[in-house]
């Protein structure tokens, strides 16, 4: 099984400030099988990037993934309002598929 | 428009099963595999298993922490995906989510949540 470990824990940022979450996977990512999710307390998860680097359909540009075998990255280039929200990652190229246990971004 | 909702969580005693439900509707359930995941109270989402198309064999795959307890059904005809669960746990309790597809789902249900508490 991949363990996805995500970092930081907590981020805690301004409005317009960039944001930058880690994910690394305990061996590589099948053909970079890597998507970011975005979740609001109460909400279902909401796809922002998959295969690594493209983003979901109506995901603003603010977002981005990059990254490839074990280390991955999400950025938020300038955070809005509703950008505060927990983020995970999730790998789908081997069974059993997983997650990381979140990053929390947080108004500071 | 592409909906999924899911239905028929609530509280549940140990060792007793339950049947959740999902609904499709604005697209046909036929020509898609169908995931199942959950997400304890606090914690963070945990992927079940899916299953395929019947195009693609119908066939379902599990997590460790389930296999041979729950089991993943549809019904074409219906427009309905199950997942049936057995021998439920105090640990199983959570809100479980279907989503549409096998890898990087976009859709979503919006979630129902299992107690299992005696």
């Known amino acids: 099984e991949i363990v996805l470990t995500q970092s930081p824990g907590t981020l805690s940022l301004s409005p317009g400030e960039r944001a930058t979450l880690s994910c690394r996977a305990s061996?590589?990512?099948?053909?970079?099988?890597l998507a970011w999710y975005q979740q609001k307390p109460g909400r279902a998860p909401r796809l922002l990037i998959y295969g690594a680097t493209s983003r979901a359909t109506g995901i603003p540009d603010r977002f981005s993934g990059s990254g490839s075998g074990t280390d991955f990255t999400l950025t938020i280039s300038r955070l809005e309002p509703e950008d505060f929200a927990v983020y995970y990652c999730q790998q789908y190229g081997s069974s059993p598929q997983t997650f990381g246990q979140g990053t929390k971004v947080e108004i500071k | 428009e592409v909906h999924l909702v899911e239905s028929g969580g609530g509280l549940v005693q140990p060792g007793r099963s339950l049947r959740l439900s999902c609904t499709a509707s604005g697209f046909i359930l036929g020509d898609y595999a169908m995931t199942w995941f959950r997400q304890a109270p606090g914690k963070g989402l945990e992927w079940l298993g899916f299953?395929?198309?019947?195009?693609?064999?119908?066939?379902?795959e599990y997590a460790a922490s389930v296999k041979g307890r729950f089991a993943i059904l549809r019904d074409d005809s219906k427009s309905i995906a199950y997942l049936q669960m057995s021998s439920l746990k105090t640990e199983d309790t959570a809100v479980y989510y279907c989503?549409?597809?096998?890898?990087?789902?976009?859709?979503w249900g919006q979630g129902t949540l299992v107690t299992v508490s005696s």
């Open positions: 299953i395929r198309s019947r195009a693609s064999g119908g066939t379902a």
């Open positions: 989503a549409r597809g096998s890898g990087s789902p976009f859709y």
């Open positions: 061996q590589s990512v099948t053909s970079s099988y």
